[in-house]
């Protein structure tokens, strides 16, 4: 799932959700920016917290923690349209992502 800030100054990109009881569930996913992105989790139907350290746009996906890549990866797997991979690569830059909505 892509959710773009409606002031455009970043774009959240979630896993599917995890489901820990009836009604409450767990969404990891990235947060991204201009030239950077960190890793995010978001709890039930509360706020978007960053959790760990941000990491500079472009880069390799091997150069991430395990938990970053497992993450992007997972996105990736279920939403492979996404334009995920393409923005951390940089491949296409961060604005053009906030205008192009899969």
Known sequence: ???TDPDKTYIDYFQG???LQEGLANRFGVRVREGLFLAVV???DGQVTACGKEFRIPLQLEE???HVRIIISDHVLNYPASDLMDVVTGKIFFQQAVVFQK
Do not use: E
């Open 17 to 19: 959700a995890w489901c």
């Open 64 to 66: 991430l923690p395990t």
């Open 1 to 3: 799932m892509k959710v």
């Open 42 to 44: 978001k709890i039930g």
